[in-house]
C-alpha cells in the first residue's frame, strides 16, 4: 500500500528546513512545485551569480525558470548566490541562462549524482534537526542507547548524556538484527518512550524507520529519520524517506561504496527533501579483529564530493567499547560534522550492542576530549 502524501500528514515547519534556504524557494518548493525527477535524459545547470546581482534580478531568473517548467533552488552563500536549475536536457539546453542581468556563469553538473553534488549547492548545506544545526561550525554529538528498551531506560540515558553534551538523542524502536531471534525492538512503544525523553530532555530524536509501513508512525514521533546500514539501497524506502518534511540520516550499507552511498542520497533529494546527512558506520573488509572498518577516507572525500553534511558512527565502526574513542576523535579530526556514538548505562544487560555501547562516564570524558579535537581543527562543540 503506497503511504498516503506524508507531507500533509506530516506539519512540523519547524523541523527539517536547510538553513539559508530562502522563503520564496521554500514555499514554492511545497505549494506550486512539481516535483521534478530526474530520468537519464535530465540535467542539472549551476547559476552562479555575480557578487552584485541585486535580489530582483535573482527573482527574476527564479521565476523565468520556473515558468518553463524546470525547478531552481537557489543556494545563498557569503558571497553570492548559486541557483541549481533541473529538468530535461533538451528543454534546458534550449534556454538563455546565460543571458540573464546578474549571472556569471552556467555549468552543467556532469557528475552521476547531481542534487548532492558540492557544486549544485555551492556551499555546505546546514541540516536543522529540532534546534539543533548539524553541517556548520559546530560539532554535534548524538548518542544514546542502541535500542530503546524501556522508558526508564531511555530517559535515564537521555539526561546522561545531554548533561555530558550530547545534542541529539538516538535510539532505535524498529531494530534490523541479523537474526530473527534477537530483539526486534518495541515499534510503537519504544517511539513513545523516545518523546517521553524528548519531553524530558528537550533533546530532538533520531530513530530507524525499516520499512515503509512503519513510516507515518515513525514520522509522527521522529525529530529525524534514521535510514540504516542495511536499508541504504531500499530504494522505495529511500523515495518514501524523500518524500516527508523530516531530516534523513542515510548509513553507508556495509558493502556500498561512497559512490553508492551519494546515489542513494540522490533518490532522497530527488523526492524534494534536502535535509539529509551521510553517516560512515563502517564496512566489511577481511580484517576481522574488528566489528567493522570505519572508513575515515570517505569523510574528507565526502566533503569534497557533496554539500551534505556528514556523520562519523565510531560505535558500528569499530564495535568494541575500548576503541570507539580513539575513532570518534579521528572521526572529528578528519572533519565530521557530527558524530554518532552508542552509550548504556548497563551496557551488560543491554538488548541489543552491548558490547560496543560506552558508559555514560566514559562518555562524558569522550566528549571533553572531542571538544579539544574540534577546536583543533577549526571547529566548536
Ligand atoms: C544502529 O544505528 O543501531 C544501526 C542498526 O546501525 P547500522 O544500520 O549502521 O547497522
Ligand atoms: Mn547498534
Known amino acids: ?204 530524536i533520531i530513530t530507524e524507520v525499516m520499512d515503509t509501513k512503519d513510516l507515518e508512525l515513525v514520522c509522527a514521533y521522529a525529530d529525524c529519520l534514521q535510514v540504516g546500514a542495511r536499508n541504504m539501497q531500499n530504494f522505495s524506502l529511500l523515495r518514501e524517506v524523500g518524500r516527508t518534511d523530516l531530516p534523513v540520516m542515510l548509513k553507508r550499507g556495509m558493502s556500498a561504496t561512497i559512490k553508492d552511498l551519494l546515489m542513494s542520497a540522490e533518490y532522497i533529494l530527488n523526492e524534494g527533501n534536502f535535509n539529509v546527512l551521510l553517516c560512515e558506520r563502517g564496512i566489511r573488509t577481511f580484517e576481522n579483529m574488528t566489528r567493522n572498518t570505519l572508513d575515515l577516507n570517505a569523510v574528507p572525500v565526502l566533503k569534497s564530493e557533496t554539500h551534505l553534511p556528514v556523520v562519523v558512527d565510531p560505535t558500528h565502526g569499530i564495535g568494541v567499547r575500548e576503541f570507539v574513542p580513539a575513532m570518534a576523535l579521528a572521526a572529528v579530526a578528519a572533519g565530521a560534522d557530527s558524530i554518532m556514538v552508542e552509550v548504556h548505562n548497563a551496557p551488560e544487560q543491554a538488548k541489543s550492542d552491548g558490547e560496543q555501547a560506552l558508559l555514560p562516564a566514559d562518555f562524558e570524558d569522550l566528549v571533553a576530549r572531542v571538544r579539544s579535537v574540534a577546536v583543533a581543527v577549526g571547529r566548536e562543540l
Open 1 to 204: 500500500m503506497q503511504t498516503p502524501s506524508l507531507q500533509t500528514l506530516v506539519t512540523r515547519p519547524d523541523l527539517g528546513l536547510v538553513e539559508g534556504r530562502d522563503a520564496l524557494d521554500s514555499a514554492k518548493r511545497s505549494c506550486d512545485q512539481p516535483t521534478l525527477h530526474l530520468t537519464p535524459n535530465s540535467l542539472a545547470m549551476i547559476i552562479v551569480t555575480r557578487p552584485d546581482t541585486t535580489q530582483e534580478q535573482i527573482d527574476h531568473i527564479v521565476d523565468r525558470i520556473r515558468s518553463w517548467g524546470l525547478k531552481a533552488e537557489v543556494s545563498r552563500g557569503e558571497m553570492r548566490v548559486v541557483i541549481g536549475v533541473i529538468g530535461p536536457e533538451d528543454k534546458i539546453r534550449e534556454k538563455p541562462l546565460g543571458a540573464f542581468p546578474g549571472v556569471e556563469s552556467v555549468t552543467p553538473v556532469l557528475k552521476p549524482y547531481k542534487l548532492v553534488a558540492r557544486e549544485f549547492r555551492g556551499r555546505y548545506s546546514h541540516v536543522r534537526v529540532g534546534d539543533v544545526t548539524v553541517g556548520a561550525k559546530e560539532v554535534v554529538v548524538m548518542a544514546g542507547p542502541c535500542s530503546v528498551e524501556s522508558e526508564g531506560q531511555i530517559t535515564a540515558i537521555a539526561k546522561e548524556v545531554r548533561k555530558a553534551g550530547a545534542k541529539i538523542l538516538r535510539g532505535g524502536a524498529f531494530k534490523p538484527r541479523t537474526s530473527p531471534y534477537s530483539f526486534q525492538g518495541l515499534g510503537k512503544l519504544g517511539l513513545q518512550f523516545l518523546a517521553e525523553a524528548r519531553q524530558v530532555t528537550g533533546m530532538p
